[in-house]
């Protein structure tokens, strides 16, 4: 199986040699589709099957590769190489490769510190423990949409802070009862270590981890909220 | 699986992964790897690296669907 690492635009030339999956050969192929090339391992998955280290070894071709050229667009793992559907798809994956020449991603993710059911209960005196538990519920989910609203200002607040270096971004709120935003940035890889610091600050509800600078996996697929 | 208390390695690693799985280029159809519908990256790192154990890419050029 010829599994699929990344699309380029043929002027990519990395300057050290790059290993694939599980050590083998990382292979440039020059598919009969004008302005791109792929990147692939060939692995023989007769007995085996792909799993977590494969994974993380994607994401280490990947990023290596991303390292070396201008404009990089990393596939879904797993992914297999079909020359066809490169070809149906050229114009989109040439848009998507300007998209992210030269960029790089910021994985923003604000976690509550508070856990929605630390939140203070309404009390009414007299209240059977019947009224008490809706009450509760009651609360839960207002607090629900209330953390919602703080999470689109986290997000707007971020978005701000990263001003004009942001190129692109992608947000999900409340993606669980743990987490108040997960975003995606697409910053100037020059500038993503300096964007990705300024990010450090703490706030009074919530901590905020930022990963990366990783290649773009959000902003490479395309009919996706652009 | 415990999610009342995720760790931010463990965080990190499911935003990673979720990039992996569920985003990047696809050529061939939609391939979603879901588990009864719901995305990944916030069941839980267990269920992430589970899921992905059992992966295989199929031959043919159609649309994959896993389900843990």
């Given at each position: 199986v010829r599994l699929l690492h990344a699309i380029t635009t043929p002027d990519a030339r990395p300057a050290t040699d790059l290993h694939g999956l599980r050590g083998l050969p990382l292979e440039r192929v020059e598919v009969d589709v004008p302005?791109?090339?792929?990147?692939?391992?060939?692995?023989?998955?007769?007995?085996?099957?792909?799993?977590?280290?494969?994974?993380?070894?994607?994401?280490?071709?990947?990023?290596?590769?991303?390292?070396?050229?201008?404009?990089?667009?990393?596939?879904?793992?797993?992914?297999?190489?079909?020359?066809?559907?490169?070809?149906?798809?050229?114009?989109?994956?040439?848009?998507?490769?300007?998209?992210?020449?030269?960029?790089?991603?910021?994985?923003?993710?604000?976690?509550?510190?508070?856990?929605?059911?630390?939140?203070?209960?309404?009390?009414?005196?007299?209240?059977?423990?019947?009224?008490?538990?809706?009450?509760?519920?009651?609360?839960?989910?207002?607090?629900?949409?209330?953390?919602r609203g703080r999470a689109r200002e986290i997000s707007d607040e971020v978005e701000r802070l990263v001003g004009g270096q942001l190129a692109d971004s992608r947000r999900q709120i409340c993606p669980s009862r743990e987490v108040a935003v997960s975003l995606a940035l697409l910053v100037p890889r020059t500038d993503?270590?300096?964007?990705?610091?300024?990010?450090?600050?703490?706030?009074?509800?919530?901590?905020?981890?930022?990963?990366?600078?990783?290649?773009?996996y959000t902003f490479a697929a395309f009919g996706r909220g652009t | 699986m415990n999610l009342s208390a995720p760790r931010d390695d463990e965080l990190s690693l499911l935003e990673l992964a979720d990039r992996l799985l569920n985003r990047g280029v696809v050529l061939t159809g939609e391939a979603t790897i879901s588990v009864a519908g719901?995305?990944?990256?916030?069941?839980?790192?267990?269920?992430?690296?589970?899921?992905?154990?059992n992966l295989q890419p199929k031959s043919a050029p159609a649309p994959r669907d896993h389900h843990a």
């Open positions: 302005g791109l090339v792929v990147w692939a391992t060939n692995v023989p998955l007769e007995k085996e099957r792909l799993g977590r280290a494969d994974l993380l070894d994607h994401h280490r071709v990947i990023s290596a590769l991303h390292a070396q050229v201008a404009a990089c667009l990393p596939a879904r793992f797993p992914t297999e190489l079909a020359e066809d559907a490169l070809r149906q798809k050229r114009a989109e994956l040439a848009d998507a490769l300007e998209r992210v020449r030269g960029r790089a991603e910021l994985a923003v993710t604000a976690v509550w510190t508070m856990p929605v059911e630390d939140e203070p209960a309404a009390e009414v005196e007299g209240a059977t423990a019947g009224t008490r538990y809706l009450l509760q519920r009651r609360m839960v989910l207002v607090g629900s949409n209330s953390r993503a270590e300096a964007v990705k610091m300024s990010l450090r600050r703490a706030a009074p509800d919530v901590r905020i981890l930022v990963n990366g600078p990783w290649p773009p | 719901v995305d990944l990256i916030y069941l839980g790192l267990n269920v992430v690296l589970t899921a992905i154990e």
